[in-house]
């Protein structure tokens, strides 16, 4: 029987998701190198502790963690998280474990978006949250960014041009390290400035973090969320943090921060969407960070992905026509080129793929209605060194 | 800084779980007896198995189940789940995998409600999907039940009833084995008869079953999905399944079965709210399911609560009054008592709590305004038997 005329104006105003559509055209592709997708390296998953770890507190602690969970989280590894961090502060209702950073933005969304309210977002952007704002029914407006992060002036007339035309925005979503798809950074004075204006205009901050510990050089910019911290203002930026990038994607693990009105709330949702995080997960992690095995996990990645970074610039540099510019990331997974005007990405990677090789259209990663072309994302923490520079290498010759 | 202002209305409207609060004044008490929480009993956890088969999937399997697994559940898991039930030509398209089976109730109610919608539920029923119902601003009307289930005349009049008021009735839950909170088992007979009356006014059935494996006595009942199946009605019936009462809440793991079109619906949530359930942990339970472990397993638990069960009835014949009725249960976790009309089980509570025994009243388990108020539920698989019979008789004792 089919039911879709009952479906939800949620559910029947979805679309599949485009980018795994566009990576699933390249699928058996022999020799192909993909650039594409934003797949941690496996050679980074630390298996051996991993599998001990889960094997320990099950025995140990099983009749604790096989039993219904708090919704708010495991206390152990909140514990571990906010002696990790250095939260000062810091009580455990002011933290959420959730089923990987997607879960803790879902939640977030809900705790704020009513039909048609206005979110506003980087241009461009990760393409997992927008979505899901837009189930939300939201309206996501789009800031442009620059070298040092998302444009001030711009947010600044964006914020007017709603005020104007009396549309609620809600809050400001922004991944300012090492972000999706741009590899752009943002400057500690952009942060401050950021953080300055928002308390003003009294707007939240959605501040994603999963990329920050992959630095393989330069400086560690302290978070939105410490920096709000500083000036006393909890609960202006809500920062999620994940395991996936350090420990594995499988896991869903990754927590949120922020004031405890806003993580009650979230936690309400968790209770009613999840009922909990995945215990036996959750103390497994909690287990690694006791163990003291984070610090090394960390200078582990940094060290596997250090020379895949460096086989990526080094081959834009070696390859790319001098009419293409990228990003300079310090750290992460991606890289972002800006074409000349008027090159179309999505024609770009029908080629590509005939040259077998494969990327992000940079469209994609732009709300409906407000893409950009010429543009587009490549990543360097799957392929390895040699397939990264032999990738680079298929693309600028047909470009 | 405060953003209650900016909440959803969804999120403003949401009360806190009261039957945690409830729980939660019986805290700390010393001599308490429990019978009011729904948690299985520790002593069924199999820790030294699940502590092998952790160790086991992520050293052999690392590098898959440690990276993004597939929305949609573990291929795995699902090949022995479509054994284990003797799904005929069921598809892996037609089965989800979840994060429990509120997140699969949850995936399943935001397929279908928009604000105002109505979803029927049996009078009482398991507040937890309640709530989520609510929370996406569905209005809830309760059937009564009998002996053999949700009364299907009352059924049909409430149908007549919506239509005639203009109302959308976007689906039916139910929980038809050993249901939470009454016991009651929905007789073969009624089954049949519920979905022949569905497919009639073509309303889907939403079927939450985790208690069907803790049978203590009589004969299995087909479900209601795999008595429409026999119908060739894929669709009508959206069935969810859960490990929770088996192998351990705290993993997380619960599946659905259905349509494809209403699978697939599902899981585009799913990649929107949690992009995966935990995959090293669906894995785990895969390998659980392939080393024959789970019929071990469920024999283990059922010998296990047997004489819980046992200790429940015996007890309420031992010492209740005349006056006092309750459901005769051949399963499950929880009986239903009904006093006579005029006593109010919320103020039992309070005398209850006193004489150091807890339950958790029946008005609980209505929804908002169709409250009954001379009814509890008591549950006897967490306190031992010794404890269930003199937890009774306490409570006997001030009735």
Known sequence: MKFNEKFSKATAGMGSSMIRELVATTKGIPGLISLAGGFPSPDS??????????????????????????SEGDAQLKEELIKWEEYKNMSMDEMLITVGSTNAIYYYAKTFINPGDVILCEAPSFLGSLVSFEAEMAELISIEMDDEGINIDKLKQAIADCKTMG?????LYTIPDFQNPTGISMSAQRRMDLVELMAEVNIPI??????????????????????AEEKNLRGLVTLV??????????L??????SSEEIIGKMCSWQQKVNVSPGCVTERMVARFMQK????????????????????MLTALEDFMPKTVKWTKP????????????????????VKAREQKVAFIPGSKFFPK??????????????????????GVKRLASIM
Request: include cysteine; charge should be negative; glycine fraction near 8%.
């Open 167 to 171: 549309k609620k925005i809600k809050f």
């Open 252 to 257: 869903r693990v990754a927590y949120a921060v």
């Open 206 to 227: 959605l501040e994603d973090n999963p990329y920050s510990e992959l630095r393989y050089t330069g400086e560690m910019i302290p978070s939105i969320f410490k920096i």
């Open 292 to 311: 003291d095995l984070l610090v090394k996990q960390i200078g582990i990645v940094n060290d596997l992905y250090t020379p895949y970074w460096e086989a």
């Open 241 to 250: 943090k994940s395991f996936s990038k350090i420990l594995g994607p499988g």
């Open 45 to 70: 998953f630390n298996k051996e502790d991993i599998a001990e770890c889960y094997k320990e507190v099950v025995l140990e602690s099983g009749n604790d963690i096989l039993q219904y969970g708090a």
């Open 330 to 349: 310090e750290g992460g997974m991606f890289v972002w080129l800006t074409l000349p005007e008027g090159v179309d990405a999505d024609e770009l990677f």
């Open 369 to 390: 209605g407000q893409e950009q072309h010429n543009c587009l994302r490549l990543n360097y923490s799957y392929a390895k060194p040699d397939a990264i520079r032999e």
